[in-house]
């Protein structure tokens, strides 16, 4: 199961840490930022699962980040959770207004803070947590690890289901190389861009199993994409 990703835009690097190791330790992929400027560019690369952002981060704030990134299409609807120092009524409003989903004020429990992520991504991204994903005629069990097209089992190896784990998450969505190898192969491991047309090629075989339509869009320039419908 590709585990949920999380980016934290926190200038505090004691609490940055923190809440790293916590994230972490519940099985989400973490990424911590310390400024406004290198988080927008970072989310213009790769947008994560949700976005816990401070709302006094350095070079762009985090209300204005936060208004940015609602004008954009991509991440009009990234769930994001507003941390600050800033504990009036009137502050609590314009975090909210501006487009944060939930807002916490310093200092508060990890117990807490885990909680809120926990419950918005339930409520923002269903798919991200739940064991079963459907799109179209095509079902994935991440728990038994199986994935059945009108009720026949597909057999697919390791990384042809993460990678078909991956888009299904993000039916619709089109990912060029490079995204679907962070997300997919991770970060931190060197690979061709050209292995993922090798891993799309062996997918779609096994997938269309040469009599079903293809699910499967390549877009030219661009990248990939699974059919919604």
């Known amino acids: ?23 972490e330790s519940e099985g989400y992929q973490v990424e911590v930022v310390t400024r406004g400027d290198e988080a927008e560019i970072r989310l213009q690369e790769n947008v994560p699962d949700l976005l816990v952002l401070d709302w006094m981060v350095p070079a762009i704030s985090g209300i204005e980040l936060c208004r940015r ?35 916490l004020v310093k200092p508060f429990s990890t117990p807490e803070f885990m909680a809120r992520v ?9 798919e991200v947590l739940s064991s079963v994903l459907k799109v179209g005629d095509i079902v994935l069990d991440r728990e038994s690890h199986r994935v059945y097209r009108k009720k026949s089992e597909i057999r697919l190896g390791p990384t042809e289901f993460r990678l078909l784990e991956f888009m ?38 096994a997938v269309n199993n040469g009599r079903m339509p293809d699910v499967i869009r390549t877009i030219r320039g661009a990248g990939y994409a699974i059919r919604e419908d």
């Open 1 to 23: 199961m590709i585990a949920p990703r999380i980016m934290v835009v926190e200038d505090e690097e004691p609490l940055g840490v923190l809440l790293r190791y916590n994230l």
């Open 69 to 103: 990134l609602r004008v954009r299409p991509e991440t009009e609807r990234l769930p994001i959770i507003m941390l600050t120092a800033r504990g009036e009524e009137s502050d609590r409003v314009r975090g909210l207004s501006t487009g944060a989903d939930d807002y």
């Open 118 to 126: 926990k419950a918005l991504l339930r409520r923002a991204k269903p």
């Open 168 to 205: 299904m998450r993000h039916p619709g969505r089109v990912f060029s190389r490079s995204q679907l190898l962070d997300n997919v192969w991770g970060e931190t491991i060197y690979i061709d861009e050209r292995t993922v047309d090798v891993h799309v090629g062996r997918l779609r075989k």
